[in-house]
């Protein structure tokens, strides 16, 4: 019998058990639980058998619930979520001490969103405490963003996913941090920079591969299909290395005609890179699928959540 169903009552119910459940947002899938249930928590990482050095971002229902959870609020902070929320930015803030310390992988700072999703927005208002909810894959793979993609990783591990059709955004939330109270971008996501720094002036990228001390999770090789990938700005010259192998192509606007390809998905024809977040994880999944020997995406125009998109890219390539 399939886990998938859109009864949110019965979502409140296995919340309530301390039970996971998968929950629909804009960007992708969350694998859902308890912040105060140990229990939960502790279930959320073996699920996904994520390290435990990497903490959870904590779902909340309201703009006012952030005084509960968090010891300070810069002003700058203030000012992104009155602009973005509900929506898909992250605000790292000094916690309180209510926050258990698994959440935050012994930080002193936790990771905190409004998702803007109607069906999780009342979801959380029907709900006593904050959801925990990292992205619902095994640890590495690639995100899910249909409650189906979240079905085939884990209808063996839990009892439930709350069916809120396809993620709009496609993309995880864009991460912001604060140092002497100015943001600091520490994951590339579905807002873009631009729109951040029309709120709040310039702002500073620290999301170097490995070398990232402020969110453990952005691991050089991330978000990753199984079969071998590689991002180029020339497709067709990338094609001639692979003589005789089963390539699949991720191509952004265009169709690229060659006869040696065995798989191939556009991802705007439009050439929005917009629509191109929302479609990238599905086309990842289907391409994992087709028993390729290779993967060849193409690099999108840097600019808006394109630069996302080549992030993520970049770390599916390791
Ligand atoms: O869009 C999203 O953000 C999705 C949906 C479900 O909300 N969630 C998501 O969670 O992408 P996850 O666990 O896959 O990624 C959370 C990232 C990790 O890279 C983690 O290291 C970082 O957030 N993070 C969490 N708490 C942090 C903290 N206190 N300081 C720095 N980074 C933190
Ligand atoms: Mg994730």
């Not at 999780?120 to 992205?135: G, V």
């Not at 990753?224 to 606007?253: H, M, R, W, Y």
Request: proline share 6%; aromatic share 6%.
């Amino acid at each position: 019998m399939s886990i998938i169903s859109k009864d949110i009552s019965k979502a409140v119910a296995l919340l309530n058990q301390e039970k996971l459940v998968a929950i629909p947002t804009e960007t992708v899938y969350g694998l859902a639980g308890n912040i105060f249930s140990e229990k939960a928590i502790d279930s959320i990482f073996k699920t996904k058998q994520r390290p435990l050095f990497n903490p959870l971002i904590v779902h909340i229902p309201s703009i006012d619930y952030l005084e509960t959870i968090v010891a300070r609020i810069p002003e700058k902070a203030k000012l992104l979520a009155e602009a973005f929320w509900p929506g898909p930015i992250t605000l790292v803030l000094k916690k309180k001490e209510v926050i258990p310390d698994v959440i935050t992988a012994g930080k002193d700072t936790v990771a905190v969103r409004i998702p803007n999703h109607p069906t999780t927005l009342e979801l959380l208002k029907q709900l006593d405490f904050p959801l925990a909810a990292p992205s619902a894959n095994p640890f590495n793979r690639i995100s899910p963003t249909s409650a189906e993609h979240v079905e085939s990783y884990f209808k063996n591990d839990i009892k439930m996913v709350l069916d809120g059709g396809t993620c709009t955004s496609g993309i995880e939330s864009t991460i912001i941090g604060f140092e002497n109270d100015e943001p600091i971008i520490y994951r590339l996501g579905s807002t873009s920079i631009e729109d951040i720094e029309n709120i709040v002036g310039s702002v500073e990228i620290k999301n170097k591969k490995n070398s990232v001390p402020n969110a453990p999770g952005m691991l050089a090789r991330h978000y990753a299909p199984n079969t071998k990938t590689i991002l180029v700005t020339d497709i067709s010259d990338a094609i001639k290395q692979f003589q005789g192998k089963n390539i699949g192509i991720l191509a952004f606007e265009n169709e690229i005609k060659n006869k040696a390809i065995k798989f191939q998905i556009v991802l705007s024809k439009t050439g929005n890179v917009s629509e191109a977040a929302t479609n990238l994880y599905s086309a990842l999944h289907q391409l994992d699928e087709q028993d390729l020997d290779i993967i060849i995406a193409e690099r999108l125009p840097n600019h808006d959540i394109g630069k996302s998109i080549n992030d993520r890219l970049q770390r599916a390539t390791k």
